[in-house]
């Protein structure tokens, strides 16, 4: 049987969300911010991003052995502008974090989904500052009002 990397990279996956689920998650006190009113565990979300990384780790593996072998020439390889463009959302969402921590959630959120949008194309205005603003708006509400989760409060406002 012929080696995949798409197997091995499943595998890395299965291993990662397995680590998270066994290791990091149990450190989470469940006591965390306890508001007095219905929410949701602090658990929650990374238990879920947990199981579904492990899914989605089984899957790339039975996919990996199920679909056909491509030869070398068909397969798409990255250039300098693809490459560039990995390093400038990886940056911006370590900046996204930084801006997070320093002025709360909605600004920054607007700049840095205004900038992601320009980033990969789109370049009208008209459109990229309305769905900037109503998506983040949406976000908000709904995390802070409806599954009343804490946003991030920064430091500076």
């Known amino acids: 049987m012929k080696f995949k ?3 091995l990279i499943g595998f890395l ?6 680590l998270i689920l066994v290791v990091l998650i149990p450190t989470i006190p469940h006591d965390i911010l306890q508001t007095g009113r219905a929410s949701l565990s602090p658990k929650f979300f990374p238990t879920f991003i947990g199981i579904t990384m ?3 780790g089984f899957i790339l593996i039975i996919v990996s052995y199920l679909a056909p072998s491509v030869g070398k020439e ?3 390889k990255i250039g ?3 490459l560039l463009r990995v390093f400038l959302v990886t940056f911006t969402g370590l900046f996204y974090v930084i801006l997070i921590y320093l002025m709360s959630y909605l600004i920054p959120t607007v700049v840095v989904l205004a900038f992601l949008l320009w980033l990969y194309g789109e370049n009208r205005w008209a459109v990229i500052f309305p769905l900037t603003i109503g998506v983040s708006l949406a976000m908000f509400y709904l995390f ?3 599954l009343m ?3 991030p409060q920064g430091i500076l406002f």
């Open 54 to 56: 492990m899914v989605f």
């Open 149 to 151: 989760l804490m946003m």
């Open 5 to 7: 990397i798409d197997a």
């Open 74 to 76: 068909s397969v798409l």
């Open 80 to 82: 300098k502008k693809e």
């Open 144 to 146: 802070g009002r409806v």
């Open 13 to 18: 996956v299965i291993v990662l969300s397995s």
